[in-house]
């Protein structure tokens, strides 16, 4: 605002020196003269003129866009209201199925795999949210991350009329507590496990976890299984009883090369002892974590992630199938992963079969950003998955 105003507002005079030249022309011509004061003033009505004439021609171009914007929605007399926000919001159940979401401000061409969806492909139509076992979604981070990270599927959930809560785990996004403050997995998930114990009995959640999420999000299986309808592992952890993320991790040791290069381990309580968390090489962020993602997602990424907690990837989980076993569990593969190789992801699925995979093709292990639309509309069909 304030470059603005000084645009508009006007200039102090500035003194200068008088010229000695004398004008071309009549020397009877004073430089103050009428004459001078009528040129003056010509100039004012044509810049006048040219500025109405401006806004005449950008009055016409909206009138267009707006009569072409009714035919499309196939009336003309605008039963369909015309909205003068930047972004074109559709409300549920009353959207053209030949209206398409506006593009992308990306500059990434984009991927035949995730195309530019129409808004009945992104939430069915026909499907009545309240007819759903539960229609909140809870977004769960990966390690680093924090619930900023979820800023577009948040976006396309809410278009949707869903529900959704993305948490900031301990010592991640904007939490306030120090990452190498952190002693155990319970501590590091206290957000999520908070938020679960304040929900109303009868009160059910579709947990989403990504990366060292779906850790976090088993544990809270454990302690709520009775307010998780569905948890869905996207890219994620999924371990058994009596695993830690670290094993999972080591049982495929130099399936992800790039990740053990990346790690940098801090030692907060000194060289004797065991490290506090991980920070992650920012050099290598883009081929490990982004190797499909937009710049500009990359860019936020690195002046958001944090370091990793070391001791809740230590810890070894306790799942009984009389809790968590009664959860019913599904997942997210992304096959161009640097980070959870297709080939981990597999034997997590081997080891604990869910109750159905789904293959995100072309998605690198942030699909949030890589695959932001085909993420968004396989959460939307997990949610409608019935009870058997």
């Known amino acids: ?33 009428s004459n001078r004061w009528t040129r003056i003033r010509s100039t004012r009505k044509e810049f006048k003129d040219n500025h109405d004439e401006l806004i005449r021609e950008q009055a016409l171009a909206a009138a267009i866009m707006f009569r072409q914007h009714q035919q499309q929605n196939g009336s003309a007399s605008g039963s369909f209201p015309f909205d003068r926000s930047v972004s074109l919001r559709y409300p549920n ?24 969806l129409q808004p009945h492909q992104l939430v069915n139509q026909d499907i009545k949210l309240d007819d759903l076992e539960t229609n909140h979604f809870v977004l769960v981070h990966g390690g680093g991350f924090g619930a900023w990270c979820w800023y577009k599927t948040i976006a396309l959930l809410e278009e949707g009329g869903f529900k959704v809560t993305a948490v900031d785990l301990t010592g991640s996004g904007i939490h306030s507590s120090d990452t190498n403050g952190i002693t155990s997995l319970s501590q590091y998930v206290k957000p999520l496990t908070d938020f679960l114990d304040k929900l109303a009995d009868g009160d059910k959640t579709i947990l989403v976890g990504h990366d060292f999420g779906g850790a976090c999000i088993s544990y809270a299986m454990e302690l709520f299984p009775h307010k998780v309808s569905k948890a869905i592992f996207v890219a994620a952890a999924m371990l058994t009883n009596g695993q830690s993320t670290l094993d999972m991790f080591s049982q495929k040791a130099g399936s992800s090369d790039l990740m053990q290069q990346a790690q940098l381990f801090v030692y907060a309580n000194g060289n004797n002892h065991l490290p506090t968390a991980i920070n992650l090489d920012k050099s290598l962020f883009r081929d490990l974590l982004f190797n499909q993602s937009p710049g500009k997602d ?58 159905k995979v789904f293959h995100l093709k072309g998605a690198d292990h942030s699909p949030f950003f890589s695959k932001p639309q085909a993420l968004h509309k396989l959460l939307v069909e997990i949610s409608k998955i019935p009870s058997t």
């Open 1 to 33: 605002m304030g470059n603005l105003c000084t645009c508009v507002s006007p200039k102090t005079p500035v003194k200068t020196k008088k010229h000695t030249k004398r004008l071309q022309g009549n020397p009877q011509t004073a430089p103050n003269s």
């Open 93 to 116: 159940g009353s959207g053209s199925k030949k209206t398409q979401l506006p593009r992308s401000s990306s500059s990434r061409a984009r991927s035949l795999t995730d195309p530019l």
């Open 298 to 355: 990359v860019a936020l990424a690195s002046v958001s992630i944090r370091p990793i907690p070391f001791a809740p990837v230590l810890e070894k989980l306790s799942l009984s199938e009389l809790k968590y076993g009664t959860v019913r569990r599904f997942y997210i593969q992304t096959p161009e992963d640097n980070a959870i190789p297709l080939t981990l992801q597999e034997s997590m699925i081997n080891s604990s079969p869910p109750e």
